[in-house]
């Protein structure tokens, strides 16, 4: 292969992976959020609180990416994710079953943040992480070709996620199946 077609290859790779992985990041949220609100009442805290959680993984993700970067050789990087997300494939599918259902209303805020973190903890901080590190494994590929048109595209992959939930993904599967679907992407 020669290295032109290497080069382009490896900017589809990356520009692809973050594109899904963008959309992934932010299709999850109302998914899991959706399945879990009846469970605990309904009320405007059971989504600030599944924001919370969200906004607490994805700077979890990102630091995890900076440390990884900065603190790992290259040739190990890759490695070492790549065991972190067979773990987060083991924990698929994120579907949670009824089985945390709450039995009654004590400490509502704690057991989301649990109930999150064990059904979509870690495939969502390891997900998070997914964009920068394609990012600066590229740039450190190609040093003299920009990662910046990848930040766009997870823009794009994000914007498209939010847009499509209630519009389509919303309309056309129980929720079940969304988090079944999520799980296989």
């Given amino acids: 292969m020669s290295t032109k077609l290497r080069g382009e290859s490896l900017a589809l790779w990356s520009g692809a992976t973050i594109f899904v992985s963008a959309f992934l990041l932010f299709q999850v949220q109302p998914v899991i ?37 900065r603190g790992v050789r290259p040739a190990r990087q890759g490695l070492l994710h790549a065991c972190l997300l067979l773990a987060a494939v083991a924990m698929l599918p994120i579907v949670p079953s009824d089985w945390w259902k709450p039995a009654d209303g004590a400490y509502p805020a704690m057991r989301i943040l649990l109930l999150l973190a064990a059904t979509v903890g870690v495939p969502y901080f390891l997900l998070s992480s997914t964009g920068p590190l394609i990012q600066a494994w590229f740039h450190m590929a190609y040093p003299g070709r920009s990662p910046y048109r990848l930040y766009a595209l997870s823009n794009v992959g994000s914007l498209l996620a939010l847009l499509s939930y209630p519009f389509w993904f919303e309309i056309a599967f129980p929720v079940d199946t969304q988090g079944r679907l999520w799980s296989l992407g």
């Fill in 33 to 69: 959020s959706k399945k879990i609100l009846p469970w605990f009442g309904g009320s405007p805290a059971v989504w600030t609180t599944c924001v919370l959680f969200f906004q607490m993984l994805l700077l979890g993700g990102y630091s995890y990416a900076h440390l990884l970067i």
